[in-house]
């Protein structure tokens, strides 16, 4: 068997132990601690954000952005179409609705123009949650335009864009409230976690409060709402100290990943890489490419040929509003019949963009690519 070649496995460098060590050495083995309030200063600081809160999980940290921005059983939020389903499902933990809103072409996020005409036929809409896809920052300015002229908080789901900006500044940080994810295959990983961030000092604190189960300051256990057990672990915030210190060239590693795609592609007229946005510096966090639909090639055929070298490769993300669970979900595109998301699902894929890629394994994806175009 072929040695195996991953789509975004994690990158240890030495100092995460570290931090873990001491976790351990003082005995803070606990979803509180040192390492918890060092790694929420040590990340606001590097995005230029006023505060943020440690959680267990991104999908948490949307959880509870849902919940600080009120939304409330029977409100419409508008959402990302194109994108994994923990940008949307916290929605419906609220009982509330999602509505799914389209992409555009030049950066694969939400369509400023679906979102207008999202809020024609939803006026009563409550928020909008935006994703910034596989890493490349959204029309952001005319997203929270929008946003603003209707009075709804605009919510970024920057779990897949850790380190991406926008006219020079961090994806995550525009909007009342924004996500990051430490997820596994993520830019920078702790396993699993997340981070609630926003400018709102208030909020923050309302959110630590939320995610450690509610507790009123009182001597007793003492309760007048409804807690979450959502606070990151001493433990992982450890890792996740380390890890920030190698987010920078874990982000040029995969820039130079998308660059070496691209060239060796260049020549196939079949070929489209993601796109980046020019307003904004992506952080390149999976390199995908698509395939002219008129191609004889399919992305299966590709990610057939990749998987059987042992080397992994994943579809786009299938839009929400093809998924059963959201079947009675609204959609709304800018031109009736024609899904931007959809097609991008059905063109495109995925390709491996493991920062730990040798030079040859990087040859031999692309050599299995290009063959499948007969090159
Ligand atoms: C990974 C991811 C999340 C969720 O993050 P978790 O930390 O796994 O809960 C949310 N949205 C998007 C777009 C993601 O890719």
Not at 84 to 103: G, H, L, M, R
Request: net charge negative; glycine share 8%.
């Amino acid at each position: 068997m072929d040695k195996k070649i991953y789509l975004s496995s994690p990158t240890m460098h030495g100092e995460e132990q570290k931090f873990v060590q001491e976790a351990f050495d003082t005995n803070w083995i606990a979803p509180l601690g040192p390492n918890v309030n060092e790694f929420e200063k040590e990340m606001a600081g590097y995005l230029h954000v006023g505060h943020a809160a440690a959680l267990s999980a991104g999908t948490a940290a949307i959880h509870l952005a849902l919940k600080l921005a009120g939304i409330k059983q029977g409100d419409i939020v508008l959402v990302s179409d194109l994108t994994f389903s923990a940008t949307c499902n916290p929605i419906t933990y609220e009982k509330a609705f999602p509505v799914f809103v389209d992409s555009e072409k030049d950066t694969w996020n939400m369509d400023p123009a679906a979102l207008r005409k999202a809020f024609e036929k939803y006026p009563q809409a409550k928020a909008v949650v935006c994703v910034y896809l596989y890493g490349t920052p959204g029309k952001i300015d005319e997203l929270m335009e929008i946003c603003a002229e209707h009075q709804v908080p605009f919510i970024e789901d920057a779990a897949e864009s850790l380190g991406a900006t926008y006219k020079g500044k961090h994806t995550g940080t525009f909007g009342k409230f924004g996500i990051i994810s430490f997820n596994g295959n993520k830019i920078i990983t702790t396993s699993g976690g997340g981070m609630l961030l926003s400018e709102d000092e208030a909020a923050i604190q309302k959110a630590r409060f939320l995610s450690t189960q509610a507790r009123d300051p009182a001597r007793h256990y003492q309760h007048s709402q409804i807690g979450y057990n959502y606070r990151m672990s001493n433990v992982v915030a450890g890792i996740g100290r380390g890890q920030l210190l190698h987010l920078e060239e874990h982000k040029a590693l995969k820039k130079s990943i998308y660059e070496q795609y691209k060239e060796a592609f260049s020549d196939i007229k079949e070929i489209t890489m993601n796109p980046l946005n020019p307003d904004g510096e992506a952080n390149y966090w999976l390199s995908c490419m698509t395939i002219d639909p008129g191609c004889s090639v399919k992305p299966n055929d590709i990610m057939d040929a990749l998987e059987a070298a042992n080397i992994e490769c994943r579809p786009i993300w299938k839009p929400m509003h093809l998924q059963p669970v959201f079947a009675e979900n609204d959609f709304i595109q800018v031109q009736d019949g024609i899904s931007v998301g959809e097609e991008i699902f059905n063109e495109g894929l995925c390709l491996p963009s493991d920062i730990k890629n040798t030079p040859e394994d990087m040859a031999k994806i692309i050599d299995i690519v290009r063959k499948c175009f007969g090159k």
